[in-house]
């Protein structure tokens, strides 16, 4: 991983980072091992236009931040790349062997791939670069547009933390699509 120096700018992107993927997980139910992709513009969280004033550092603080909330709850984090990458994703070697996704050959850096990504390809352990995912759950900063690795029927999570730096933060669970017509009956718990 990169050398990184925190200042209070980047300690408070992170903390904002944590926070949006702590209130994440406490409405979106996930169970251990679940995937949640992550779309992240450094530029539009340092209140640029996305895609013109990649940042390193602001990458890694978002990387920092999320990661160890979800490493703290046994869920994968899924970096979606930028779209000169083609919204690819870097997941650890692990995740991808067990949800059965085909590794393709690139190397995010952060003038293609973005800085998020990048992070999370230094930071993982075995970090490998896949198309796609179906995601449980995801946290959008800077309107990267993660919907295409989410599983089919997203639902908006309202959460406190509306931003991070002057980036918005949107994000989603997924829940199981409705089958049957008007007699059958559903279960509560995955609503």
């Not at 406490?26 to 895609?51: D, F, N, P």
């Not at 800077?142 to 933060?169: E, F, S």
Request: hydrophobic residues 45%; charged residues 25%.
């Amino acid at each position: 991983m990169m050398e990184y120096r925190e200042t209070e700018a980047l300690a408070t992107i992170r903390q904002e980072a944590a926070l949006a993927a702590e209130q994440l997980l406490e409405q979106a139910r996930l169970t251990r091992g679940s995937l949640v992709v992550v779309g992240c513009s450094s530029s539009e969280i340092g209140a640029e236009k996305i895609g013109t004033h990649s940042s390193g550092e602001i990458g890694q603080a978002v990387f920092l931040g999320i990661w160890g909330v979800l490493k703290e709850h046994g869920l994968y984090l899924a970096a979606q790349c930028c779209e000169h990458l083609n919204r690819a994703l870097i997941v650890e070697r692990e995740a991808a062997e067990k949800y059965g996704l085909e590794e393709v050959n690139v190397i995010p850096w952060l003038k293609g791939g973005g800085s998020f990504a990048t992070a999370a390809y230094q930071g993982f352990e075995d970090p490998v670069a896949v198309e796609r995912v179906q995601a449980a759950a995801g946290i959008d900063i800077g309107d990267t547009l993660i919907g295409m690795h989410l599983r089919r029927v997203a639902v908006p999570v309202r959460t406190a933390q509306k931003n991070v730096g002057a980036a918005r933060v949107v994000c989603a669970r997924t829940r199981p699509k409705f089958v049957g017509g008007e007699r059958a009956r559903y279960n509560e718990a995955l609503l």
